[in-house]
């Protein structure tokens, strides 16, 4: 009897990666496991599992932990971890005021992160680039016993296919910038990221809305644990949603060209400094009143068309927030109220500003997980 010439048959090599990513990613959800649990998790053969772990085991991805008891017949099972020995991610920031670069291992313990204070905006992209990539490669070199898998890079603007298309905060335009690195690099959106940070390094749901302050205002929406990115790839530009008209505008332009955008009554150099605040400075009290109904507005658009039960402030929104809150929530509540049974809960970021480079490594350190055939026997030099 002859099998269907439709179907294509299944390589070894195939399977092989496809069940080594089954292996490793139920490692990573719910590891320690034993052999034994692994084959019942996964559905495969007790003999298949320990080839598959002995691959794992040889790529530096897993390791093994002390022997306990594995429930049959009270014979000792090893449990299997992920190792963060051998495997890293590195993921790389460009804000307006600074640079960024962490190294993560395949734990997510952070190994290094390294801040470099300049002004963006005062240099060609080019520039900017050459000295991010010697920041991260000083941030590599002193994890010299981990090989970095993948590099992904956050840019507060649109992205797409490793082009920035406009970040205007930054003045870049149509920025090839795997091209300016010379090395291979993911771009991603900022916000975005800084969303995939909050999820797998801080504390948030799998269903919220990220509000990224910063001297630009982006957003990312993760719906079921998954980030929403758009059909173009370019949804979250809060910044750019207008919260003022006419007079209340006040005439002042936003860098995008327009009026009354967001971000220029809750962008970062909008908003006073939390000492001021603390202080009890009348002046940073009201400029820090007017961002938070600002938010409100536009957030109160954002919950109406999206329904996030969560919506989390960071950047520098975050340390801001026992004085944006008020504001932002009594203006929630005034466009919200009548339509909506529930209010979403408003929450600081408990990532802070570390939230978009973590996204960035977090990134890599998925892939990995997904596919670890890809990245056994690879070696990223950055």
């Not at 306990?68 to 920031?93: H, M, Q």
């Not at 670069?101 to 190994?111: F, G, K």
């Not at 990539?133 to 970095?148: F, K, Q, S, W």
């Not at 809960?345 to 990134?363: I, K």
Request: aromatic share 2%; proline share 7%; glycine share 12%.
């Amino acid at each position: 009897m002859h099998a269907n010439s439709s179907q294509a048959p299944v390589r070894h090599g195939a399977m092989r990666a496809q069940n080594l990513g089954l292996v490793l990613g139920e490692v990573a959800r719910g590891g320690p496991l034993t052999r034994a649990a692994l084959a019942e998790l996964t559905g495969l053969t007790k003999t298949t599992v320990s080839r598959l772990v002995a691959d794992l085991l040889d790529a530096g991805l897993v390791a093994e932990a002390p022997a306990v008891p594995d429930g049959e017949r009270g014979r000792p099972g090893v449990e299997i971890s992920l190792s963060g020995d051998r495997v890293a991610a590195l993921g790389l920031e460009v804000n307006v005021a600074y640079l960024a670069a962490c190294v993560v291992d395949l734990t997510r313990r952070v190994r290094v992160r390294r801040v470099l204070r300049r002004d963006n905006r005062a240099d060609r992209p080019a520039a900017v680039l050459a000295a991010l990539a010697a920041l991260g490669d000083a941030a590599v070199r002193e994890v010299p016993g981990l090989r970095v898998a993948g590099t992904v890079l956050a840019i507060p603007g649109p992205v797409g296919g490793g082009r920035v298309h406009n970040a205007p905060n930054l003045g870049w335009r149509d920025v090839d910038v795997p091209a300016l690195l010379g090395r291979p690099v993911t771009v991603e959106n900022e916000a975005n990221l800084a969303a995939l940070g909050e999820l797998e390094f801080g504390a948030a749901p799998r269903d919220f809305l990220y509000v990224s302050g910063e001297t630009g205002v982006g957003a990312g929406l993760v719906s079921g644990g998954a980030l929403f990115r758009g059909a173009s790839g370019m949804a979250g530009e809060l910044g750019h949603v207008a919260v003022a008209s006419g007079a209340e505008a006040g005439g002042r332009a936003c860098r995008c060209g327009a009026t009354g955008c967001l971000e220029v009554f809750a962008g970062k150099e909008a908003l006073p400094s939390p000492e001021a605040l603390a202080s009890g400075d009348p002046a940073a009290l009201d400029a820090c009143a007017r961002a938070g109904r600002a938010l409100g507005i536009a957030l109160s658009s954002a919950v109406n068309l999206l329904d996030p039960g969560t919506i989390v402030l960071g950047g520098c929104y975050t340390p801001l927030f026992r004085w944006l809150s008020p504001p932002l929530c009594e203006v929630l509540a005034e466009r919200l109220a009548t339509l909506r049974p529930d209010l979403p809960v408003l929450v600081p970021s408990a990532t802070g500003p570390d939230a978009a480079v973590l996204g960035a490594a977090g990134q890599v350190l998925q892939r990995v997980i997904a596919d670890p055939a890809a990245y056994a026997e690879k070696t990223t030099d950055m």
